[in-house]
């Protein structure tokens, strides 16, 4: 079970990352209408609004380096807490920003998961 875990939290990481460098208004497909997005302590409800504020980022382009990813089982059947830490390279900035993410994800039928909780935090040093 927890080696599937892990497996499922990687496999997420990847996806989210690569949507979020690539095709960000793609990530809108991973919430859903009860989703909340915490960033940078602004509370966000809902996929309309969470993707509004991910696609207003001022920053077009970034890219994400993963340097941990720690997944837990949720008391929520079939849940996944996922926490990751690494660092994004902005387009014309010299050094790279660390961050943390939480993603709180659950089950959807039929096996697909969806990002109900979502904290997003720079990690200034």
Request: charged share 15%; glycine share 8%.
């Amino acid at each position: 079970m927890e080696e599937q875990v892990e497996m499922v939290g990687k496999a997420f990481v990847e996806h989210y990352y690569h949507l979020f460098d690539n095709d960000r208004a793609s990530l809108s497909s991973l919430y859903q209408p009860t989703s909340m997005l915490s960033f940078e302590g602004q509370k966000i409800l809902g996929v309309e609004a969470i993707s509004a504020k991910l696609n207003q980022l001022p920053f077009g382009e970034c890219k994400h380096f993963i340097s941990t990813i720690d997944s837990q089982p949720s008391s929520t059947t079939g849940g996944i807490v996922v926490f990751v830490s690494g660092s994004l390279q902005l387009p014309g900035e010299e050094h790279q920003l660390r961050f943390s993410q939480m993603f709180h994800l659950i089950l959807m039928p039929p096996g697909s998961f969806v990002v109900h909780n979502d904290i997003f935090r720079l990690n200034y040093c």
